[in-house]
């Protein structure tokens, strides 16, 4: 059912067609603002806005984008029959999902080719990644939530929702084109913490720590991925299931130690 993207009121329709060259946006009761300004937006301004994270262009995505307009009666005796959409959402799901995990193994990709990794391997890890982190979510809403809300809504708040990592993982590429090698790993120095009579193991790992966050040794792509993919997808969430943020967190939570399990598991085989 479609909703206002301002207030969330439910509606019975966004917006009507009067002919081919005419349609208008119907006003809220409940706001007295137009319910959904992006009807008729490119998909451009759609897309600036979805990297900006703005709730309104959230709502309009999940609830409104494949909601059927009204038609008035001269529009209806004229054109009977007529469907606005026509997209199922299944295969747009599935159209979404591809472009956003080849553009994740892309940008693995650039970061770690030095190691020898393969584009087709990061393809199918993107793949496990996504299909994991998914599942678990849904699992978590399913648990944490009573919202009547599909399994295809849940995703897609997921994928629009990372647009705005995506858009941060492809400056990393323009910004920092030098690849990584996670095999890089500093010595010791000497002198470091000798009056402490720590073992060379101890003296080891706290270096690691010290050194951890050194421009050449912190995981950037890992960082965004992880972060800010996590906080942009718990906003998404929050957006579609309007859940308090420590629900959002939880979900979040569980799909992220899905993922880890999956990524521990293709490390032994990869
Ligand atoms: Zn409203």
Redesign the pocket.
């Known amino acids: 059912m479609p909703?206002?993207?301002?207030?969330?009121?439910y509606?019975e329709n966004v917006a009507t067609i009067y002919s081919f060259t005419d349609s208008r946006i119907e006003l809220?009761?409940?706001?007295?603002?137009l319910?959904d300004v992006y009807i008729g937006s490119r998909n451009l301004s759609l897309l600036s806005d979805l990297v900006l994270l703005k709730p309104q262009v959230l709502r309009h995505l999940l609830y409104n984008r494949r909601a059927e307009p009204a038609q008035s009666e001269r529009f209806r005796s004229l054109n009977p029959g007529y469907r606005h959409n026509n997209v199922n959402t299944t295969t747009h799901l599935v159209k979404l999902g591809g472009i956003l995990v080849i553009a994740d193994a892309f940008v693995s990709w650039v970061h770690f080719r030095a190691d020898g990794m393969s584009f087709m391997k990061l393809l199918i890890a993107a793949t496990l990644d996504a299909l994991s982190y998914h599942i678990a979510v849904i699992f978590a809403v399913r648990i944490l939530t009573v919202r009547s809300v599909s399994n295809l809504q849940i995703s897609l708040a997921i994928f629009y929702s990372s647009f705005a990592k995506l858009f941060l993982l492809l400056l990393l590429i323009i910004a920092d084109p030098v690849p990584q090698s996670s095999s890089t790993v500093s010595n010791v120095p000497d002198n470091f913490l000798t009056g402490m009579h720590l073992t060379d193991d101890n003296r080891k790992a706290v270096w690691n720590v010290y050194t951890s966050l050194d421009d050449d040794r912190i995981d950037r792509p890992w960082i965004v991925n992880t972060v800010v993919g996590g906080m942009s997808a718990g906003f998404g969430l929050r957006v579609l299931l309007n859940t308090p943020p420590i629900t959002s967190t939880i979900i979040i939570l569980s799909g992220w130690i899905a993922r880890s399990v999956t990524l521990e598991l293709l490390h032994m085989y990869f």
């Open positions: 909703i206002c993207v301002n207030c969330r009121q509606l809220c009761p409940a706001c007295s603002n319910s």
